[in-house]
Structure formats: structure tokens, C-alpha cells
T-cell receptor
Framework: GAGVSQSPSNKVTEKGKDVELRCDPI?????LYWYRQSLGQGLEFLIY????????KSGLPSDRFSAERTGGSVSTLTIQRTQQEDSAVYLC???????????????FGSGTRLTVV | DQQVKQNSPSLSVQEGRISILNCDYT??????FLWYKKYPAEGPTFLIS?????DKNEDGRFTVFLNKSAKHLSLHIVPSQPGDSAVYFC??????????FGQGTRLTINP
């Protein structure tokens, strides 16, 4: 696609429920990243995928968070047993690769605003 | 451990004047620095970048300055326009690693 697509754009869920957030990166981009922005906070790294390499999960805040990327394209971020502190905007980005170009080429989606009530 | 810091959460500037946004970092291995701009309900978009081997990069109204000895960079916007009102994020990377972002500075341009 022309840009990074994320769905849903907004999600309200009850505490304790599981949620799935979807990211459809730019076609041909081999690297995919998940960040989140909590209220008043910066962009917090969660996880990234690069081609067929093992993902870097170092930013995931707890074992309730997991992500997968199927076929090197679409990615799903899953949060189990959601808590109120999980409320944030979850942003996905993709880039050609980690070594490409001085501008690095991150293209972000518009994000999913998750509210846990 | 906040490796990239933007200590000013907000900045208000009069239209036509210069806007200066600041960013400090702690990791001396960072070799590339970037600025992103974010409007409400949209994802951040790339604005300008600078390599650690340079001290200045200019693109139209936007100039980024890098002071490696002070581990400090700044973004200058001149002249400031109402459309520049947004949240600006400073970011840095070390080699082929993920970007590390600051907390952001909300810039408001007043007419």
C-alpha cells in the first residue's frame, strides 16, 4: 500500500480482556516496528522485526505483550489481560531495512488509540 | 534510562519568529539524529536528520545543529508559521539499531 495502515484506529476495552492491534506495512519494507505513546510521554519502543531474523522484543513491558509478523508483512500486536496502564496510542512503522539510507526511512501509521476502562 | 531527552514539554513562539527546539542525549555511540513532527491523530513524519560527522544540516526553513561535545542538538525553524504547530520528537540511532525517541516538545505558533 501507499502508507502504513493500522487498525482499528480506536479501541475501548474492559480491563482484563485481550486485544489485537494490526499493522499493514508499506509493501517491500523489510523492517517493522511497534512503539507506543502514553499520555504525556514520548515514543516508547516495544518490538521490531527485520526480515527473517528473530525479533527484538527488548521493549515489551511485560509477558502480557506479544507480537508476530506473518509472511514478512502484516503484524499483530496482542495484549492479554489488559490493564489501565496499557492505555496509549500504539504506533507501527516500517522501513526498507535497518541499514538503508541516511534518513533511515521510518514511515509511521496513524496509530491505534487504546483505552482500557 | 532516558537516552534521548527533550526537557521542554512545550514551547510557544510568535509567527514569523525563530523556534528553537532542544534535545540532549547520553549515548556517545549514536551516529545519526533525526527530528520528527507529529500532528494530532496522525503518525510522526520525518522532518530532517543529521549525521554525527556533521554539525549542521539545513533544509529550507529548518536547520538542525549538532554539538557532539555537549551531546546536544537543536532544531531551528525560521520563520515560524502557524502550520508548524505540532509535537516535535528528537530521535537517535546507533548503527543499524532502532530509533530511540525523546519525550517530544509541543510547539505552538501564535499569530
Amino acid at each position: 500500500g501507499a502508507g502504513v495502515s493500522q487498525s482499528p484506529s480506536n479501541k475501548v476495552t474492559e480491563k482484563g480482556k485481550d486485544v489485537e492491534l494490526r499493522c499493514d506495512p508499506i509493501s517491500g519494507h523489510t523492517a517493522l516496528y511497534w512503539y507506543r505513546q502514553s499520555l504525556g510521554q514520548g515514543l516508547e519502543f516495544l518490538i521490531y522485526f527485520q526480515g527473517n531474523s528473530a525479533p527484538d522484543k527488548s521493549g515489551l513491558p511485560s509477558d502480557r505483550f506479544s507480537a508476530e509478523r506473518t509472511g514478512g508483512s502484516v503484524s499483530t500486536l496482542t495484549i492479554q489481560r489488559t490493564q489501565q496502564e496499557d492505555s496509549a496510542v500504539y504506533l507501527c512503522a516500517s522501513s526498507r531495512d535497518l541499514t538503508g539510507g541516511p534518513n533511515y526511512g521510518y514511515t509511521f501509521g496513524s496509530g491505534t488509540r487504546l483505552t482500557v476502562v | 534510562d532516558q537516552q534521548v531527552k527533550q526537557n521542554s514539554p512545550s514551547l510557544s513562539v510568535q509567527e514569523g519568529r525563530i523556534s528553537i527546539l532542544n534535545c540532549d542525549y547520553t549515548n556517545s555511540m549514536f551516529d545519526y539524529f533525526l527530528w520528527y513532527k507529529k500532528y494530532p491523530a496522525e503518525g510522526p513524519t520525518f522532518l530532517i536528520s543529521i549525521s554525527s560527522i556533521k554539525d549542521k544540516n539545513e533544509d529550507g526553513r529548518f536547520t538542525v545543529f549538532l554539538n557532539k561535545s555537549a551531546k546536544h542538538l537543536s532544531l531551528h525553524i525560521v520563520p515560524s508559521q502557524p502550520g508548524d504547530s505540532a509535537v516535535y520528537f528528537c530521535a537517535a540511532r546507533e548503527g543499524a539499531q532502532k530509533l530511540v525517541f525523546g519525550q517530544g516538545t509541543r510547539l505552538t505558533i501564535n499569530p
